[in-house]
C-alpha cells in the first residue's frame, strides 16, 4: 500500500544554519505533495506544496524539491531560527482518491 | 475567523461508552476529513467526505462512523469505545482535496 515516510525522526541544528528534511513515498500515483508544521499541542499547519509536474517551489525562507524518480521529498529552510522547532511532516495526496496521506514526521530542534 | 472548530478539546471515557466528536467548519469547503494522531506516528486518515452526502474510508476506519449532512459539519462517532481509540483526533477540511486546514485538536482517552 502507500506510505510516506520521513528519513530522520528528529534534526538538530544550529541558529542560522540551513535546514533539510527529507521525506520518501511509495506511491506513483501521487500527484500533490504538500509539507506541515505541527507546533506543540496545536494542528498542522500548511507550510508549501508542489505539484508532480514541478521539481521545485520557493516560498519564504522554504523551499520544496521533488524527485519523482526515486520518489523523493525535501524541505529546506533557510537561516533557521528558533521558531521553527516544531515537527514537519510531508503528506501526498493520490490521485484521483480523495486522500492526502501522511508521512511519520521529523522533529526540528533549533540550537540557539 | 473561526475557522474549523473542534468540541471538545478533552475527553475522557470508559470502555463501551459512545461519543461523538464535532466538527464544524465557517469556509464553506466541500472537502472534510478525521485524523488521528498517536505518539512517534503521523496523522492516519480515518474517514473523509469530498461533500454534503458523501463519505468514504481512509485508512483506519473500524470503529468510527461519519455523516456529512451539511457541508459545514462532519461529525466523529464512536459507538463503543475501546482502549485503542485514545489519541489525539484532528479535523481538517480543504476547499479540494489539497492543503488542508485543521483544527486545534481533540484529546479522547479511553479508560
Known amino acids: 500500500g502507500e506510505s510516506v515516510g520521513l528519513h530522520l525522526p528528529t534534526l538538530s541544528v544550529q541558529e542560522g544554519d540551513n535546514s533539510i528534511i527529507n521525506c520518501a513515498y511509495s506511491?506513483?500515483?501521487?500527484?500533490?505533495f504538500i509539507w506541515y508544521k505541527q507546533e506543540s499541542g496545536k494542528g498542522p499547519q500548511f507550510i508549501i506544496d508542489?505539484?508532480?509536474?514541478?521539481d521545485k517551489r520557493q516560498g519564504q525562507r522554504v523551499t520544496v524539491l521533488l524527485n519523482k524518480t526515486v520518489k523523493h521529498l525535501s524541505l529546506q529552510i533557510a537561516a533557521t531560527q528558533p521558531g521553527d522547532s516544531a515537527v514537519y511532516f510531508c503528506?501526498?495526496?493520490?490521485?484521483?482518491?480523495?486522500?492526502?496521506?501522511f508521512g511519520q514526521g521529523t522533529t526540528l530542534q533549533v540550537k540557539p | 475567523n473561526a475557522g474549523v472548530t473542534q468540541t471538545p478539546k478533552f475527553q475522557v471515557l470508559k470502555t463501551g461508552q459512545s461519543m461523538t466528536l464535532q466538527c464544524a467548519q465557517d469556509m464553506n469547503h466541500e472537502y472534510m476529513s478525521w485524523y488521528r494522531q498517536d505518539p512517534g506516528m503521523g496523522l492516519r486518515l480515518i474517514h473523509y467526505?469530498?461533500?454534503?452526502?458523501?463519505?468514504d474510508q481512509g485508512e483506519v476506519p473500524n470503529g468510527y462512523n461519519v455523516s456529512r449532512s451539511t457541508t459545514e459539519d462532519f461529525p466523529l462517532r464512536l459507538l463503543s469505545a475501546a482502549p485503542s481509540q485514545t489519541s489525539v483526533y484532528f479535523c481538517a477540511s480543504s476547499p479540494n482535496t489539497g492543503e488542508l486546514f485543521f483544527g486545534e485538536g481533540s484529546r479522547l482517552t479511553v479508560l
Open positions: 508542489i505539484r508532480s509536474n514541478m
Open positions: 506511491n506513483s500515483a501521487s500527484d500533490y
Open positions: 503528506a501526498e495526496n493520490v490521485s484521483n482518491t480523495g486522500k492526502l496521506i
Open positions: 467526505s469530498v461533500g454534503a452526502g458523501i463519505t
